[in-house]
């Protein structure tokens, strides 16, 4: 399948049901919009993503390269709480400004988000016909497109017609919009921001007033800079140097859709990375390549992958005069031709520190003995600052939906009709033992080699094992979840000591010895 030809989400998210990547969240009692649930192999792949990340960023200080200063990269982990004192999302500026645009259709009862909404209205005819339409969406192009006729009436062309964002029509225009599921003029309401942030009350009372309220946080980063103090204080960093954690976080996104890609509850893989101001643009550089060569590292290699430099209109108010911000963007089957982003590394100044050492009154300034003028003695006396902050900012789950949409390899060839096309490193199953049959001493060979291979490599993921129904359908199995070396015990196993190597993206099968399948698989596993 060619990359012009988007490929079937519908399908794609069939697979993660039938096979137990994904289930809809409280699914037994109808759902609930916007959250979803993991499966036994949906949960091992993500976890073997998280893992990928947190030993190549943590453990091993971006993979063991060596930063732009030519030093090992310092980066320490963390693990913050998800309630916090309410006084970090005002500090932070999400109480007063984490805000979508949102608004309301009285007749159909659908809520959107304004800034996902254009307008068409009639060319010349300000203050004429208006209709709105999902953006990015030809077929509701082309519906609202025929309605719109019917208010003219008139035969209209794309190129009769004016496009404008909903957000920016006057009210007296915004009257005579018609809704995109609608027949009737002026159902839309006035766009009013909408804070993102779920409100929880903390405490046994039940009294919920502003004093007990408290916010599930949307998003790990403040976590970190509240305690950069206590990190610098309390173990041996020094800048540059970065705290990184993951975790859940929360968004009580208007329109969640798009599968998994806009949840309301998701995971977060974040870095804050503090240096000293006049280095921040060479960090900056320095982790924009490597994030992107991380996640092509990882299985997403192709050109569905591409790193986008924000335009200077994009950027938040901070960041104007910073070093840069760019996204990691993948094209998924619904964002095609366009993209979605995966991760955002963005020059944030010393923003954060500056407003919590405001907001809190507590000195986050970092004293630096290794600079500053020399004294007498020769050594720098120190300068005092506060460093700024190379953020590379990654979503969990969004990483799973892409290597997701990457892995899903139709092939009419094959009995399944489809295979997942895993990177072994986050396959969520790293190799099946299969008898040919059950009898004639198969199974007898065969489990010892699956235990032996779950004792050495059962740490990175699954080693399946299974002796029901024929060769064929648990092959087909495993090509939909992704296996991709299958080991079969038959008879020449008996006479030969060898078993049949299957290879899931080639279809080869080669027999190696039984006695070396443990080095075999350790040696395409990286391990
Ligand atoms: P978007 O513009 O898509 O709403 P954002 O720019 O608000 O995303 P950030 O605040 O930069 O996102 O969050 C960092 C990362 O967290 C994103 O790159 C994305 O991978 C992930 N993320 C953000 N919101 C969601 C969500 N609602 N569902 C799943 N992942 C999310």
């Excluded at 390269?65 to 990269?73: K, S, Y």
């Excluded at 005579?176 to 003029?185: A, E, F, R, S």
């Excluded at 080693?463 to 296996?483: L, V």
Aim: hydrophobic residues 35%; aromatic residues 10%.
């Amino acid at each position: 399948m060619s990359d012009a030809q988007p490929k079937s989400m519908d399908e794609i998210m069939a697979l993660c049901k039938r096979r137990g990547f994904v289930y809809p969240a409280s699914e037994i009692y109808g759902g609930i919009n916007g959250f979803w649930d993991y499966g036994p192999l949906g949960a091992q792949l993500k976890k073997n993503l998280r893992d990928a990340w947190w030993r190549d960023v943590v453990m091993m200080g971006c993979d063991g390269l060596d930063g732009p200063d030519g030093e090992a990269v310092e980066i320490v982990p963390l693990d913050s709480c998800i309630i916090q004192n309410p006084k970090v999302w005002e500090a932070s500026g999400h109480v007063g400004g984490f805000n979508d645009p949102m608004v309301d259709c009285r007749e159909s009862k659908s809520r959107y988000r304004a800034d996902h909404l254009m307008c068409m209205g009639k060319k010349g005819d300000k203050g004429g016909q208006i209709y709105a339409f999902i953006e990015n969406d030809d077929a509701s192009f082309d519906a609202a497109l025929k309605k719109l006729s019917k208010y003219v009436k008139q035969d209209l062309a794309k190129g009769d017609i004016d496009l404008c964002p909903l957000t920016d029509l006057s009210l007296e225009e915004l009257a005579i919009t018609v809704g995109p599921d609608t027949k009737t003029v002026g159902t839309l309401t006035e766009p009013r921001a909408f804070n993102l942030m779920f409100k929880t009350f903390v405490g046994a009372t039940s009294a919920q007033t502003d004093e007990n309220a408290a916010y599930l946080r949307p998003e790990t980063a403040q976590g970190i800079f509240i305690h950069f103090k206590n990190v610098v204080d309390t173990t041996r960093v020094s800048v540059p140097f970065g705290i990184a954690q993951t975790g859940k976080s929360f968004r009580n996104e208007v329109t969640p859709r798009n599968f998994t890609f806009r949840s309301r509850e998701f995971e977060q893989m974040e870095i804050e990375f503090f240096c000293h101001p006049d280095d921040a643009k060479q960090w900056y550089v320095f982790w924009r390549d490597w994030r992107m060569q991380w996640w092509k590292d990882i299985g997403l290699g192709g050109e569905n992958l591409i790193l986008r430099e924000h335009g200077s209109d994009e950027l938040a108010h901070y960041a104007k005069d910073g070093a840069g911000t760019s996204d990691i963007e993948y094209r998924f089957p619904f964002t095609a031709p366009g993209y979605g982003e995966l991760e955002g590394i963005a020059h944030r100044t010393d923003f954060d520190l500056r407003q919590h050492q405001e907001h809190s009154k507590k000195k986050m300034e970092y004293h630096d003995k290794t600079r500053g003028e020399l004294a007498k003695n020769g050594q720098p006396k120190g300068e005092w600052y506060l460093p700024h902050v190379i953020e590379p900012s990654a979503g969990l789950d969004r990483g799973v939906l892409a290597i997701l949409c990457e892995a899903f390899t139709p092939d009419p060839e094959r009995a399944s009709g489809v295979y997942m096309k895993f990177h072994p490193r986050v396959a969520p199953i790293k190799a099946a033992v299969f008898p040919l049959v059950k009898k004639d001493g198969m199974p007898e060979l065969a489990r010892p080699l699956f235990k032996e291979l779950r004792a050495r490599f059962g740490h990175l993921g699954t080693i399946e094992y299974d002796e029901k129904q024929s060769i064929g359908k648990r092959y087909a199995r495993m090509d939909e979840a992704g296996c991709p070396f299958c080991f079969t015990i038959d008879s020449e196993t008996l006479s030969e000591g060898t078993v049949t190597v299957r290879h899931r993206d080639t279809l080869d099968q080669e027999r190696i010895a039984i006695g070396g399948v443990g080095d075999f698989l350790g040696e395409k596993l990286g391990v």
